[in-house]
Every structure is written in structure tokens, then in C-alpha cells.
């Protein structure tokens, strides 16, 4: 018995597999195209989004430095919405957000949904540093108050 387990302990050591790659050889060309395995900082994206009436949303996002919290001002920021009893049936194309005037960091955007019911809000920040953030928001068939 003792025996077995020895050649049992043996055979699983000697079995087993064993990677062995060079450090110099697979990390120098990544860090030449700043391709690295490291994660990327992202930004940090607070959402707000509200159905205004008319089928017409006001989506509006935040969008601050992960680190310093910083506001991202000239940025590439995008939305999308998305509705979730139909997922991709009725997605919107890209949503071109604007930075508000007097308020850096904050970017925001006017669309209209196709028709009523929940949808997925995303907002993305394609640059300086990629991000994506989502919200859920009802869009009721009768006119909100403002």
C-alpha cells in the first residue's frame, strides 16, 4: 500500500506539466506597444439620466480620474441606450456627448427611445482613458413633469 502510494506520488511529479517562459523574451514586446498585461486606469463615470416626457431622455455623466478624482475634461464620450425587455432590437447608435459649458468634467446629451418601457443607459469614454458605466431607466408613456 505504502508502496502504490509512493509510485502514485512519484508519477504525479514527474507528470506533471511545466511551463517555462522565457521573462525577457515575452514581456519586452508588450511593453514596446504599451500593450503590457497590466490593466489600464479607467474613469471613474457617475450617471444620471432622466425621462423628460415625450419619449425624450437627458442622459449626463460625470466623468473624473480614478485616482485624483480630478474632473476628465475634453473627452471622448459616447452613450447608448438600450432597451431591456428587447436587447438589441431597439439599441441606439452612438449618442455623441457634450462637455457642459462652465462645468469640466460633466457631459451630457438629449436622445428619444423608440417607445416605452426600461432601458439600459451606457456611457462610454472612449478617450483618455477607456471606461463604461450603465444605468437603468424607466421611460413611462405619460409626460413627466419637469
Request: charged share 15%; proline share 8%; glycine share 6%.
Amino acid at each position: 500500500m505504502t508502496a502504490a502510494l509512493l509510485v502514485g506520488v512519484v508519477g504525479f511529479l514527474a507528470t506533471r506539466p511545466r511551463v517555462v517562459v522565457p521573462a525577457a523574451a515575452e514581456t519586452a514586446p508588450a511593453e514596446r506597444h504599451g500593450q503590457g498585461n497590466e490593466q489600464q486606469p479607467r474613469a471613474a463615470i457617475s450617471i444620471d439620466s432622466e425621462h423628460l416626457g415625450n419619449l425624450q431622455v437627458r442622459i449626463e455623466a460625470k466623468v473624473s480620474s480614478p485616482t485624483s478624482y480630478d474632473p476628465i475634461t475634453k473627452g471622448q464620450v459616447v452613450a447608448y441606450t438600450d432597451m431591456v425587455a428587447m436587447p438589441m432590437a431597439h439599441k441606439s447608435s452612438p449618442i455623441v456627448m457634450a462637455e457642459m459649458s462652465g462645468q469640466p468634467g460633466v457631459y451630457q446629451a438629449l436622445t428619444n427611445v423608440p417607445m416605452a418601457g426600461e432601458y439600459n443607459v451606457i456611457v462610454e469614454v472612449k478617450q483618455p482613458m477607456a471606461s463604461t458605466a450603465n444605468q437603468r431607466l424607466n421611460v413611462g408613456t405619460v409626460e413627466q413633469k419637469k
